[in-house]
């Protein structure tokens, strides 16, 4: 449903320096966006209310519906407004909760995910004074290269770039430990969950180029774009099927890809009885989900919320811009989270190369090339 789809489109200075490196280059955004500083508030337009609709992941999804009501929420209260959201229970909720959005007098709406983009389209055209906006979508229906309606803001990200980082890494744990296994599955096989798995495989690859490792990746081959998916992103049965099929081959370090999903490899991990570790996305997985924190390597995360809360107050500001933002490493709009508990028994050396190999891509001496990129 993006543009992707038709394409639609220094010096290191070592290992103490590399959570901020990891983080986004200079300053990175916090967990939650910062408030405005006391008697710096923010300007409102008269009549505005922000809304806010999830995908059928719900609020507490620890990940990207969580992420975007946090920035929702945190922006809200910096304007001194109260947001209306819409928790959607499955997909028939989409067009209905815009509806009602609509309907309640909601002047800039945020939609969470590609499953709205429909939705978002057909009420942006409708509704061309009111203001809009989608993550990881361009709203872009009808395949043509460009929004459907000039009032949507597309928040997508370039999420192959800090994957390709967590793919670096998972390899390189994969072949400290011997197995020189590592895999991946999907939820729904759309371009914002396999540009994290085109990512992961680069970085996999770029580690095997340079320690001439031979590290294994099942679950995705990129050059096909097949690989093993749910058809979802709900935690249930099939996922779990799903993630046991690709532990199955033996990988120590598995990418599971689609918001909870996570739980049912978590889910998987435990019943195997192995030591197999799994990495997080959207959000700091080991943070956000305590209950997996022992199990994560590391997280390959978007700032949700930070794009959620920038679009909020610009619009609440009467500067709404339909521009789409694209979060990258450099903008920090994606990265690597810390490795938290497993720092310590990182390969030697590690925490540099991924460093470096950051610094790269933002200077432009690396490309990360995936065909599901924004």
């Known amino acids: 449903m993006t543009i992707s789809t038709t394409k639609k489109l220094a010096g290191i200075a070592g290992a103490a320096l590399l959570i901020t490196a990891l983080a986004g280059c200079g300053t990175a955004p916090e967990a939650n966006p910062t ?8 300007t409102v337009v008269e009549g505005f209310l922000p809304c806010l609709i999830s995908d059928a992941g719900g609020w507490n999804d620890k990940s990207f519906n969580e992420s975007a009501k946090n920035g929702m929420d945190q922006a809200a209260e910096e304007l001194g407004v109260e947001p209306l959201e819409f928790e959607s229970a499955n997909d028939n909720d989409y067009a209905p909760n815009m509806e009602t959005a609509i309907s ?57 770039e800090a994957a390709y980082l967590g793919g670096y890494a998972a390899a390189a744990w994969s072949a400290e430990s011997g197995v020189n296994k590592v895999g991946t599955f999907g ?14 495989q680069l970085g996999v690859e770029k580690y095997n180029e340079d320690k001439g490792a031979s590290v294994e990746l099942f679950g995705w081959d990129m050059a096909t774009q097949k690989g093993s998916f749910t058809g979802g992103f709900d935690a249930n049965d099939t996922a779990k099927q ?51 924190t022992d199990i994560t390597l590391v997280s390959i995360m978007k700032a949700i919320d930070v794009a959620v809360h920038d679009a909020t107050i610009a619009a609440a500001a009467g500067d709404f811009d339909p521009a789409p933002y694209i979060g990258t490493l450099e903008n920090e709009g994606v990265k690597l989270s810390s490795f938290h508990d497993f720092e310590s028994q990182l390969p030697d050396g590690l925490l540099d190369e991924i460093a470096a190999l950051q610094e790269s891509i933002i200077a432009g001496d690396i490309t990360v090339e995936s065909p599901n990129s924004p």
């Open 35 to 42: 408030s405005a500083p006391s008697g710096d508030a923010p």
């Open 104 to 160: 309640e007098g909601c002047t800039f709406i945020v939609a969470v995910g590609f499953k709205l983009a429909a939705a978002t389209a057909a009420a942006a055209t409708a509704n061309p004074d009111l203001q809009f906006a989608i993550i990881d979508d361009y709203a872009d229906t009808d395949f043509n290269g460009e929004t459907d309606a000039p009032n949507i803001k597309p928040l997508v990200f370039n999420t192959a």
């Open 187 to 200: 939820g729904m096989q759309i371009p914002s969950v396999a540009v994290f798995m085109d990512g992961y």
């Open 242 to 292: 799903t993630a046991q099929g690709v532990l199955d081959q033996g990988v120590d370090v598995i990418l599971p890809v689609g918001g909870p999903v996570y739980q049912s490899a978590a889910a998987a991990i435990a019943d195997s009885g192995e030591q197999t570790l799994m990495l997080g996305v959207d959000s700091d997985l080991a943070v956000a989900d305590t209950s997996v």
